[in-house]
């Protein structure tokens, strides 16, 4: 698919071809929702507030190769507003530690993991799950968190040192 | 136990197969019809050029058309369908692609109106698998920038396995400027894919739609539903109305009391005939929820519409704890629905809790604090449902369960966060009469 002519237009203000460049890639943008907020319902908030701050940037963007790197980075941006939002009100373990009534719909593995994973700090929290859940590699992962790619490294690397010793906890206590 | 390593290798394979919302699209779409447009005269006057030629365009196609008939889904197609078929509505498309293992897709025609658009296609599997090509096949349809259509529907296979034929119906209609679609096969296991590109000629669209306005409010409590509009196509019949909050869906939100509807009832009757239910759906924006629900198509010469509400219901915060006592009762309401503990007990290092609710009641986000520890639920064990007649002579089902939380204490406190049930209804909510 040409992409370039839909730039051109979703800059010009059309919300069709906004909506059409979003689309080619919507899994890509969910998935990526969906690992910061965890459940459909917020990755679909965060998605909508992402194409609002869009609509009302894309003229700003230089370059037009850079659509999709740069609306991912906002989308990033619009995660981490509104789980600094919800942490206000309730804690990251709440929130992911859904217990369902009639079909016990958490499989024990994700609630196992999300403790562990939920013990580390967001920046290692962070590149953890969009390096193993999204497979992305270390470049693009630094382009989207805007951070160099050494950081990446160091942050995955200590991320993983810690959920490993955090997993080596709980089989010395059984 | 299972190491850091494999679970985030399991959390990913969940990711790859998570599947994005269908409402997504619809939801995007709202939120950038919500924001005020950026003016431009240069702009304006452009767009008005391109309005006129394509208004023109447009309308030349509208001419009615009959072509030839599809045959051998006779099987497939609801009345309706085959009707129109019979008449020669439609448009045959009639273009193959053959796969390297000699399996064969035919996309046979589509009809096309503005509620629907019905997809027939084929396979073929001259090695008599059909159903175990059918399941490796998965089939999509695209259009202008890849904007996927969703859809469902149903096949049929034959005798000998050798043929099997699909008619779907897109939850989606084509744009007007959409015209050229593609409908993409992918067989999984052997990596292989083919795309049949076909152009829409919407002069063969079947028919004209009639669309009645309603616009009529229905206050129900706690919530009214909007009634917006029926529109009446030769394929279905689409009921569109939106849920809104008596009290503003932001302030809601603000005070944790959210509501989130699941299941929404109405019938369609045709001078006193139901009309079958085709499927339904509902999408959320700022301006609230929005629903849609589809019909088969009306009757011919009928002189009174109604629609009748006949179940409504979600899941809506609530926030309530309840103190709990080993061995004892414990009879309340949240939110006028009635939920009795029967018993409280302890068995091998866990606390069941065994409770009644009308049948149609979930506690679908529920907490034990055991001694000041919160505790998830671990499982619900089904268990009786009685059925009781009221004063009124309505008969209303119960059901018992037990809910089984890991650890025991003194202080047992259950959270109800959530809870999800339905209200019947019997009313008449909207005529129409000529």
Same mark, same amino acid.
């Given at each position: ?5 839909l730039?051109?237009?979703? /800059? ?18 969910y ?11 917020d990755?679909?908030d ?5 194409i609002i ?11 037009e ?6 609306s ?9 507003? +509104? ?6 009100t ?25 403790k ?5 700090r ?5 590149v953890i799950?969009? /390096?193993?859940?999204?497979?992305m590699?270390y ?21 993983? +040192? ?9 089989i010395?206590g059984? | 136990?299972?190491?850091?390593? %494999? !679970? ?17 699209? %619809?939801? !995007?779409?709202s ?6 447009k ?12 391109i309005?006129?030629?394509? !208004? !023109? ?6 001419l ?7 045959i ?19 448009q045959? #498309? ?11 897709? @035919? ?15 084929? #396979? ?7 159903m ?10 695209t259009g ?14 034959n ?19 959409e ?15 083919? @795309? #049949? ?7 063969? &669209? ?10 009529k ?9 909007k ?10 019949t ?5 849920i ?8 809601d939100y603000?005070? =944790?009391?959210?509501?989130?509807p699941?299941?929404? %009832? ?7 005939? %139901?009309?079958?239910?085709q ?9 609230g929820?929005?629903f849609?629900?589809?019909y ?11 629609l009748?509400? @006949? ?13 709990l ?8 309401k ?19 809790i ?17 001694d ?9 064990i089904?268990?009786?449902?009685? =059925? ?6 309505? &008969?209303i089902?119960?059901?018992?369960? @037990?809910?089984?939380f ?19 209804y ?5 005529t129409h009469s000529?």
């Amino acid at each position: 698919m040409e992409f370039k002519p839909l730039i051109k237009k979703a /800059r010009k203000g059309d919300k069709d071809a906004l909506l059409q460049l979003i689309m080619a890639q919507q899994a890509d943008y969910y998935k990526l929702a969906y690992v910061y907020m965890k459940n459909k319902e917020d990755a679909l908030d965060a998605l909508q507030d992402m194409i609002i701050i869009l609509y009302r940037n894309i003229y700003n963007l230089k370059k037009e190769e850079s659509f999709y790197s740069w609306s991912k980075t906002i989308l990033v941006n619009c995660c981490k507003n +509104k789980l600094r939002n919800k942490n206000k009100t309730t804690s990251l373990d709440q929130a992911t530690e859904e217990a369902v009534d009639g079909v016990y719909t958490g499989s024990e593995d994700r609630i196992v993991l999300e403790k562990h994973l939920s013990g580390l700090r967001d920046i290692h929290q962070e590149v953890i799950r969009l /390096r193993y859940f999204l497979d992305m590699e270390y470049e693009a992962i630094a382009e989207l968190l805007k951070i160099p790619l050494g950081t990446v490294k160091s942050r995955l690397n200590n991320g993983m +040192k810690q959920l490993k010793e955090s997993f080596g906890g709980d089989i010395d206590g059984e | 136990m299972a190491n850091s390593e %494999e !679970l985030l290798d399991r959390e990913k394979k969940r990711m790859d197969n998570l599947a994005v919302p269908s409402d997504l699209e %619809e939801r !995007l779409r709202s939120t950038l019809e919500n924001i005020p447009k950026k003016k431009s005269k240069f702009k304006l006057k452009v767009a008005s050029i391109i309005l006129v030629f394509l !208004l !023109l365009s447009y309308n030349m196609d509208t001419l009615a058309y009959y072509s030839k008939q599809l045959i051998g889904f006779e099987n497939v197609m609801t009345g309706t369908l085959q009707e129109l078929n019979e008449m020669g509505k439609g448009q045959l #498309i009639n273009q193959s692609h053959t796969f390297k293992n000699g399996v064969k897709i @035919t996309l046979d025609g589509i009809m096309l109106d503005d509620n629907n658009m019905v997809v027939f296609y084929t #396979i073929h599997s001259p090695k008599g698998n059909v159903m175990d090509v059918n399941s490796d096949l998965r089939v999509s349809l695209t259009g202008a920038g890849d904007r996927t259509f969703t859809f469902g529907g149903q096949g049929q296979a034959n005798e000998d396995l050798t043929e099997m034929k699909w008619v779907v119906s897109t939850h989606q209609t084509p744009r007007f400027y959409e015209r050229t679609l593609n409908f993409k096969a992918e067989m999984e296991q052997a990596r292989e894919s083919a @795309t #049949i590109k076909f152009k829409l000629n919407r002069n063969q &669209a079947v028919g004209k739609s009639l669309k009645i306005p309603i616009n009529k409010e229905i206050d129900l409590g706690r919530r009214s539903i909007k009634l917006q509009s029926l529109t009446a196509s030769p394929i279905t019949t689409v009921l569109k109305g939106q849920i809104q909050d008596t009290v503003e869906l932001g302030l809601d939100y603000v005070n =944790k009391n959210r509501f989130r509807p699941e299941k929404l %009832e109405i019938s369609l009757i045709a001078d006193g005939k %139901e009309i079958d239910w085709q499927g339904s759906g509902m999408s959320t924006d700022m301006k609230g929820i929005h629903f849609d629900i589809t019909y088969d198509r009306l009757p011919k010469d009928i002189k009174e519409l109604q629609l009748k509400l @006949t179940s409504f219901g979600g899941d809506h915060d609530t926030d309530e704890l309840i103190k709990l006592e080993k061995g004892k009762t414990n009879n309340f309401k949240i939110l006028d629905q009635q939920i009795r503990i029967e018993n409280v007990y302890e068995f091998d290092g866990n606390t069941y809790i065994t409770f009644t609710t009308e049948e149609n009641v979930i506690l679908s986000k529920v907490y034990l604090n055991i001694d000041g520890e919160r505790k998830n639920l671990q499982e619900t064990i089904p268990g009786e449902a009685e =059925k009781i007649i009221d004063d009124q002579g309505n &008969a209303i089902i119960y059901y018992t369960r @037990t809910m089984r939380f890991e650890g025991t204490g003194e202080e047992l406190e259950l959270d109800i966060q959530r809870i999800r049930y339905a209200t019947d209804y019997d009313m008449i909510i909207w005529t129409h009469s000529r």
